[in-house]
């Protein structure tokens, strides 16, 4: 078996597979990162979730990755002239938990190079795949090889190789560069608190802080490529864009005594979105990762998404001998999902962009909340189930959406004065049928 890419979600798979099936060669097309000096790789730290854990539980690794986390009870955004306010990320007090990419990214691949039967080639870049023998078309030092297998899985990241032998067959594919771009920035240790993650909001510009083992905290600031200002393309990366994050970001801006040079040097990065109708072919060909569904970080998902697609696959496989039906059911039941927390990635970036107490604003914000804090059981938060429940994304989304037209049918039918009524009240006006979360239009009165 081939696995394309040793990022993220390469060693997972090879875990899961080789243990199943036996030898698994990956491919990558870049130098082994644990021999890397100096500087390092992008977007510091990574969320992992509970679905995240639940694959590093199967494979044996949590205890290890646990060690390395940082637990963060919630997000804290920093207002101009406001208090801090801190939004828990549970009502139960839970945590998420912050880790560095880099060290994660090391320990997976030391987990899978210790995993009989798991081999990782590095400095071997992928050209080709051909679905049908199949083979993979690699560079090797300059030269050319064809290497034939049994199966091939794709996980090559956005700019995924294996994607286009997909695409060569119909399937349809798409990779689109966000209008936001970002720019990692070392924030030191010392002022902020460790047990939350930090945000200050902004509207169209926002700059979001997690904390490291190191003690300083690691940085990103998000804003337009280009477009009006404030936009990489507008600001000049020496003074124009310090004097925009001075303005936009004070107190940040205060205690980063290299800000100036770390705005000018640090690289800019795109982030890019993948929709792909197809992740399989026949017998001998899956995606996983952001090669079939790269989403915008703001939920912290696409990894944590990444990971329940080895877990999905191998849950298939296991399933039916029978692969060609294995990789359809695989494909059957993530495409959706993918798409799903894509899309509330995607929108949430307006939680973090905009101060929280926007969200509950008007009279459909203010409702929301209220039913969410009085029927507790019934509407878990979108951001809450995501994180600490495996439920299938869709229907967290399709979840969320009926309680937006509850809530909707709710103001129509009664008029905003609802949104102060007395709780006993509110119970009575709310439809909720007695053991299912149907939120169906109200027959209240
Ligand atoms: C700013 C930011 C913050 C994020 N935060 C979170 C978070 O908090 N939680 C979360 O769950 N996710 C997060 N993500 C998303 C997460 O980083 C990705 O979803 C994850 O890295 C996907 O893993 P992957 O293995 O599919 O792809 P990648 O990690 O991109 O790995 C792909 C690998 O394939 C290799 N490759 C590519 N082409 C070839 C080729 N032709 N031949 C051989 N090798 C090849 C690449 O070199 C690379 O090593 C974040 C992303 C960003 C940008």
Not at 132 to 147: F, I, K
Not at 320 to 341: F, P, Q, V
Not at 354 to 377: C, E, H, I, T
Not at 404 to 423: F, K, M, P, Y
Request: net charge neutral; with cysteine; aromatic share 8%.
């Amino acid at each position: 078996m081939v696995i394309i890419g040793a990022g993220l979600v390469g060693p997972v798979a090879a875990m899961y597979l080789a243990r199943r099936f036996g030898p698994v060669t990956i491919l990558e097309r870049r130098p082994d990162p644990r021999r890397r000096a100096g500087r390092r790789g992008r977007s510091l730290t990574v969320m992992l979730s509970a679905r995240g854990w639940r694959v590093l539980s199967d494979l044996g690794l949590a205890e290890q990755v646990r060690a390395m986390c940082i637990p963060l009870h919630g997000r804290c955004a920093h207002l101009p002239d406001a208090r801090p306010h801190v939004t828990p990320y549970s009502r139960d007090g839970q945590p998420i938990w912050s880790v560095e990419r880099e060290r994660l990214h090391h320990l997976l691949l030391d987990a899978a190079e210790a995993t009989p039967g798991v081999r990782i080639h590095f400095g071997q870049r992928v050209h080709a795949v051909d679905l049908d023998e199949p083979a993979v078309l690699v560079e090797d030092q300059g030269s050319h090889r064809r290497l034939t297998c049994r199966h091939i899985l794709g996980c090559d990241g956005a700019h995924s190789t294996a994607r286009a032998a997909l695409v060569a067959r119909g399937a349809r594919a798409e990779l689109r560069n966000l209008q936001l771009a970002y720019q990692e920035v070392e924030v030191p240790a010392g002022w902020l608190d460790r047990s939350t993650m930090h945000y200050w909001p902004a509207g169209d510009v926002l700059f979001a802080a997690f904390p490291m083992a190191s003690g300083a905290f690691s940085g990103s600031l998000f804003m337009r490529r280009d477009g009006p200002a404030p936009s990489y393309a507008t600001l000049n990366r020496g003074r124009d864009l310090f004097d925009e994050f001075a303005a936009r970001f004070p107190e940040p801006t205060a205690t980063i005594p290299d800000l100036a040079e770390q705005l000018a040097t640090s690289a800019v990065s795109t982030l890019s979105l993948v929709r792909c109708d197809r992740w399989v072919w026949r017998d001998t060909f899956a995606l996983l990762g952001d090669a079939c569904h790269a989403m915008a970080p703001f939920m912290g998902h696409g990894m944590n998404c990444a990971f329940e697609d080895a877990r999905t696959l191998v849950d298939c496989l296991d399933s039916t001998k029978d692969w060609a039906a294995a990789l359809a059911a695989y494909e059957r039941s993530r495409t959706e999902d993918a798409d799903a927390i894509s899309d509330l990635s995607y929108q949430h970036y307006y939680t973090m962009a905009n101060p929280p107490q926007d969200q509950s604003a008007g009279a459909k914000g203010a409702l929301r909340k209220r039913l969410v804090d009085l029927f507790p059981d019934r509407f878990v938060p979108l951001y809450e189930q995501c994180a600490f429940t495996e439920a299938s994304y869709a229907s967290v989304l399709r979840d969320d959406q009926r309680l937006d037209g509850l809530v909707e049918g709710l103001l129509r039918r009664h008029g905003t004065g609802l949104v102060t009524a007395s709780d006993s009240q509110l119970r009575a006006c709310t439809p909720l049928a007695r053991n299912t979360v149907s939120l169906e239009e109200p027959g209240c009165s």
